[in-house]
């Protein structure tokens, strides 16, 4: 049998290491052309198949293609695009198939969260009616580190260690001028319905009184006169107080306290702007002088500081990706399964899509502390490992310096879609 061309999208958010992946991916094909013959990637995810706008990723050099491990973002493109079901988005899927058809793909690589998932497992299904079996493989991405299946998701480890280095260094800046300035510092991480990153913030406490004094979860209720007692409480023992929140908190009643009454293109609620809502409300009640920072795209384009845990990750499981595909292996998404916390230890694993699609995991009720403000030594235990190590990129006239494609598209063989 002659080799057939694969497919790689990224999906949604990017990361700090998605492009890591990406290499993974690409060298992996790249050394067995017996099986594998060209690697194209979809211009911004899954559009770039819908519109057949396939880069060719043969046309990149070897140099290119090993400078994605070191950066960040989603070099091809990404998109928050949601195929619905086959009934529903059935047209979809079709033209789907008709591009693999068309550029003789046989191989579908999807790198995303659990909409992606779902998408790659819906692929795998109806390739097979329609006379153009595709093997598809889900590879698992997602700063929220809220996939089922898998230990942890490539992208968090590096998002968590910036979070735990931005709340120790800027908890530094407050303490310092706390006497006669700021007197509370409020940083919001991403974070929709399982709090992990704030949680990642914990870590940056190594003594009693270190920041954050407070972190508030997606998975605790949030409590108005309990949370500003606990800030009037660290003001009044050290001066000041650091507090960490996701995007995601929400009172009893499920409301978001940053609902901004609009919905995503994957359907969610749009989410954005609790910090100074926070910082509003202890300004109101408690009256003392705050700052507060939104992470954003900060925390997940930090690709200088890295965690080393997932770049090593993120290319494994693009390595795996393909490697199972060869196998002969359909419908699964490689997995990080851990065998030990010290020293960490981790291997590959395997789970279903159809076990992991639109399925999110918060975080274990054991990881958050009783009073629901703090983490455990439990969580400190999981975390610790995802963000150790240093991964730096190369430096040049005192910047990182990324890789830059050529993105050269290849040639359309069928009609647009929809006309």
């Not at 929400?250 to 702007?273: E, K």
């Not at 439990?378 to 190369?394: M, Q, V």
Request: aromatic share 8%; glycine share 10%.
């Amino acid at each position: 049998m002659s080799a057939r061309n694969a497919f790689y999208a990224q999906s949604g958010g990017v990361t700090a290491v998605i492009n890591a992946t990406a290499c993974g991916v690409i060298q992996t094909a790249r050394a067995h052309p017996e099986a594998i013959g060209t690697v194209y990637a979809g211009r911004a995810g899954i559009l770039g198949a819908l519109h057949e706008e396939l880069i060719d990723t043969g046309r990149e050099s070897a140099e290119t293609i090993a400078a994605l491990r070191h950066t960040p973002a989603g070099a091809f493109g990404s998109a928050r695009y949601k195929l619905k079901g086959l009934d529903e988005s059935r047209a979809e899927y079709e033209r789907l198939i008709e591009i693999f058809k068309a550029h003789d793909i046989g191989y579908f690589f999807y790198n995303g969260g659990g909409d992606s998932q779902d998408t790659a497992h819906k692929v795998s299904q109806i390739g097979e009616r329609l006379g153009h079996p595709v093997t598809c493989i889900g590879i698992p991405k997602t700063v929220d580190n809220d996939l089922p299946g898998t230990d942890s998701c490539p992208g968090f480890g590096s998002v968590a260690k910036y979070i735990a280095v931005s709340t120790r260094e800027a908890g530094l800046d407050v303490r310092s001028m706390a006497e006669t300035s700021t007197k509370v510092f409020v940083l919001e991480t991403m974070g929709r319905h399982a709090g992990w990153i704030a949680a990642a913030a914990g870590l940056a406490r190594e003594q009693d009184g270190d920041p954050p004094h407070v972190i508030l979860l997606p998975e605790v209720a949030f409590d108005r006169p309990r949370f500003l007692a606990r800030v009037q409480e660290s003001v009044d023992r050290y001066g000041y107080c650091v507090v960490v929140v996701s995007e995601g908190a929400r009172s009893a009643d499920g409301t978001f306290l940053a609902d901004q009454g609009s919905r995503d293109a994957f359907g969610h609620i749009q989410l954005g702007g609790v910090a100074p809502v926070v910082a509003d409300m202890i300004r109101s009640e408690l009256g003392y002088k705050y700052h507060y920072a939104v992470a954003d795209y900060l925390q997940r384009a930090a690709r200088h500081i890295a965690s080393a845990t997932d770049v090593e990750q993120a290319y494994a499981l693009g390595r795996a990706a393909v490697e199972m595909a060869l196998a002969g292996r359909n419908g699964v998404m490689p997995t990080i399964r851990r065998l030990a916390d010290e020293p960490y230890r981790w291997e590959v694993g395997e789970a279903q899509l159809a076990e992991v699609a639109n399925v999110e995991a918060d975080m274990p009720r054991e990881y958050i502390s009783e009073d629901g403000f703090d983490i455990t030594e439990a969580c400190r235990r999981y975390l610790r490992p995802l963000i150790a190590g240093e991964d730096y990129p190369p430096y040049r006239n005192g910047l990182p310096e990324y890789a830059r494609l050529r993105g050269e598209l290849v040639e359309k063989r069928l009609p647009p879609f929809g006309g």
